[in-house]
T-cell receptor, first 110, second 110 residues
Framework: QKEVEQNSGPLSVPEGAIASLNCTYS??????FFWYRQYSGKSPELIMS????GDKEDGRFTAQLNKASQYVSLLIRDSQPSDSATYLC??????????FGKGTRLSVIA | SQTIHQWPATLVQPVGSPLSLECTVE??????LYWYRQAAGRGLQLLFY??????ISSEVPQNLSASRPQDRQFILSSKKLLLSDSGFYLC?????????FGQGTRLTVV
């Protein structure tokens, strides 16, 4: 069974710090990797996608992928209180549905 | 641009009553469509997905069913709700791996 594991948190960081969120996955055939942000009571919003090993940067967000270690991470630089949310890691292997982790709750303290 | 509509936003239903949740997508053709459920404090559970009209794959055996009568319409149904059916139901669409969610329906079975 395909699994995606995340630390549930909460992860607390001070405002302005770097938040580091981690995710591991079980299916070596996985090809696409995503990070979603979900505010309380709202639906998930896609914030990053990554498909090849290495880093991908978009504004304050950097996604990192290491397929050999089956590991994907999300770094949030200059964290803001508005970044406080649950971050979901999602993985799929081509034409299969996304498999989601249970999410990590991030709290940015002002 | 593509948009996804899901309704209603909230729903309170008695045990044993029927359920019908509808989702429509605009601005794209032949999308993959999904129904997920998120129970309180838990991750996203894939319920059904569809790669085309009339094609439904069920991931979790339960008293729910899904139908896709038109290319961009996806319906989640139940003949008799259980207390355990309470949760946050999310419709999503995808083209080329990335998935995008509707606003969600918060269902409370009482």
């Amino acid at each position: 069974q395909k699994e995606v594991e995340q630390n549930s948190g909460p992860l607390s960081v001070p405002e302005g710090a770097i938040a580091s969120l981690n995710c591991t996955y079980s299916d070596r055939g996985s090809q696409s990797f995503f990070w979603y942000r979900q505010y309380s009571g709202k639906s998930p919003e896609l914030i990053m996608s990554i498909y090849s090993n290495g880093d991908k940067e978009d504004g304050r967000f950097t996604a990192q992928l290491n397929k050999a270690s089956q590991y994907v991470s999300l770094l949030i630089r200059d964290s803001q209180p508005s970044d406080s949310a649950t971050y979901l890691c999602a993985v799929n292997g081509g034409n299969t549905p996304l498999v989601f982790g249970k999410g990590t709750r991030l709290s940015v303290i002002a | 641009s593509q948009t996804i509509h899901q309704w209603p936003a909230t729903l309170v239903q008695p045990v044993g009553s029927p359920l019908s949740l509808e989702c429509t997508v605009e601005g794209t053709s032949n999308p993959n469509l999904y129904w997920y459920r998120q129970a309180a404090g838990r991750g996203l559970q894939l319920l059904f997905y569809s790669v085309g009209i009339g094609q439904i794959s069920s991931e979790v055996p339960q008293n729910l069913s899904a139908s896709r009568p038109q290319d961009r319409q996806f319906i989640l149904s139940s003949k008799k709700l259980l207390l355990s059916d309470s949760g946050f139901y999310l419709c999503a669409w995808s083209v080329a791996a990335q998935a995008f969610f509707g606003q969600g329906t918060r269902l409370t079975v009482v």
